[in-house]
């Protein structure tokens, strides 16, 4: 009889034991799921330009006149990952910086006028601090 309880005893100590490993885990996963949140990139019109990147590309684009460049060339010049400069490219048409033109199965990116005014002002800055 004794062994009987004891027995029992054991297994629903085990149970609660398995249950609380389980609610500890799930607690555990929860938390690294929160810590791991993405963060969005927030950069005000005025503040656009801050970015190095994207005066990188401002500069290539402008360089490459007035038939523009391959997204996929100016990812290779810039040697950066393509979702970034897809991202960038992006912040640049939101802002009227460039258009992205579709040309086959690839995108030509070209400066608007207020891209050639900042490519201009860009273009100055760099000779006077050569």
Known sequence: MIEFILGGYITSLLIIAGVAIVILILFYIIRRMREETIEIESISPTDILSDSLIRDIIIVVGDSG????RQNKLVSILQKPKSTVSRKIKRLYEYGYVIVKRAGRSNVILLTEK???TYKRLK???Q???
């Open 124 to 126: 100055e800055g760099l």
């Open 115 to 117: 891209g050639w005014s």
């Open 128 to 130: 006077k601090h050569e």
């Open 66 to 69: 007035d038939k523009g460049i």
